[in-house]
């Protein structure tokens, strides 16, 4: 039984360069958030989406950054023409539909380095 | 009104000790309180949960105590191993159209041998 599955583990990318981060739930999952964890910093919330919707994105940078959801294949966080404070680990979370407080499960993250 | 406070920031404990950590919230809205665990390199797992209508919980080792007069909540860690040494986050949410987590600033826990 998969869990929260994210890839690139790791990316480096220069500076004005695109970022594209992909997360693929928990089987049987529909709703998905990414948070983003600066160096030793706690967790900040940036995007909560369900399939081919977004429905909170009250943390996402209003530039360069967006998410979504397709109706098929993963979800994708997007960072178009990085800077170097873009440099964090990219958390993806899933949980299934629900009432509140069911378990988010994180993946393993990915890593951005920014050069 | 969405933060979540945690403290302290770290903490050494011997091995076989108690570890203790603490968050404080201000939103009354929130109804559920999970907390979890990180390992570097690794995604946070889930530790532990508890809901306002109790006023603890354990499941092995690791103990929530809730006080909702006092909107504090704490994450006990009893005979802490050094396996136990990681980064341990407290969280809150709350239902409504999102059930997103608001994450406090983390605890390092250091178990020494």
């Known amino acids: 039984n998969a869990g929260v599955m994210q890839n690139p583990r790791h990316l480096v990318r220069r500076r004005g360069q695109e970022a594209r981060l992909r997360c693929s739930p928990m089987k049987g999952h529909s709703h998905v958030y990414w948070y983003r964890q600066l160096p030793e910093e706690g967790l900040k919330f940036m995007v909560y989406?369900?399939?081919?919707?977004?429905?909170?994105e009250s943390g996402m940078p209003k530039e360069r950054f967006s998410a979504e959801f397709p109706k098929e294949g993963p979800s994708i966080l997007r960072i178009q023409q990085v800077v170097r404070g873009d440099s964090a680990a990219y958390f993806c979370?899933?949980?299934?539909?629900?009432?509140?407080?069911?378990?988010?499960?994180f993946g393993e993250g990915s890593w951005l380095t920014v050069v | 009104q969405q933060q979540v406070k945690q403290s302290p920031q770290s903490l050494i404990v011997q091995k076989g000790g108690i570890s203790i950590i603490n968050c404080a919230y201000e939103?009354?809205?929130?109804?559920?309180f999970p907390w979890y665990q990180q390992f570097p390199g690794k995604g946070p797992a889930l530790l532990i949960a508890i809901r306002p209508d109790v006023s603890e919980k354990k499941e092995g080792r690791f103990t929530i105590s809730f006080n909702k007069s006092a909107k504090q909540f704490s994450l006990h860690i009893m005979d802490s191993q050094p396996g136990d040494s990681a980064t341990y986050f407290c969280?809150?949410?709350?239902?409504?159209?999102?059930?997103?987590?608001?994450f406090g600033t983390g605890t390092l826990l250091a178990v020494q041998p």
């Open positions: 989406l369900q399939k081919e919707n977004i429905i909170d």
């Open positions: 939103n009354t809205a929130f109804d559920y």
């Open positions: 979370a899933s949980r299934d539909q629900g009432t509140s407080g069911n378990t988010i499960y």
């Open positions: 969280a809150a949410s709350y239902g409504g159209a999102t059930n997103k987590l608001i």
